[in-house]
Nanobody, 116 residues
């Protein structure tokens, strides 16, 4: 089992930056992929970025060039650096992980609000 706790959300003006953190605990060695998702108000949850255990990264087209996913293995933490934020980035952001071949359960998420 893997437990994930998101943090770092908040209110920021358009053009600003935020860094989200996702701290993992439990069966860390079983994780093959970690990801950030987001759910804008009234919309479905969508994939934002992924990073594999080998370090490969992928991003949604809407965030390419603005967001960066990274990880600190020593701290068992994955980050999402978000720059040049836009009002349409407003959402609840969730992290999740694939371990033992399956996606884990959703946590509480962290709210990101970008004002225009």
């Amino acid at each position: 089992q893997v437990q994930l706790v998101e943090s770092g959300g908040g209110l920021v003006q358009a053009g600003g930056s935020l860094r989200l953190s996702c701290a993992a605990s439990g069966s860390i060695s079983s994780i093959s992929v970690m990801a950030w998702y987001r759910q804008p108000p009234g919309k479905r949850r969508e994939l934002v970025a992924t990073i594999t255990s080998g370090g490969s990264r992928n991003y949604a087209d809407s965030v390419k060039g603005r967001f960066t996913i990274s990880r600190d293995n020593a701290k068992n933490t994955v980050y999402l650096q978000m720059n040049s934020l836009k009002p349409e980035d407003t959402a609840v952001y969730y992290c999740n992980a694939v371990y033992f071949g399956y996606w884990g359960s959703w946590g509480q998420g962290t709210q990101v609000t970008v004002s225009s």
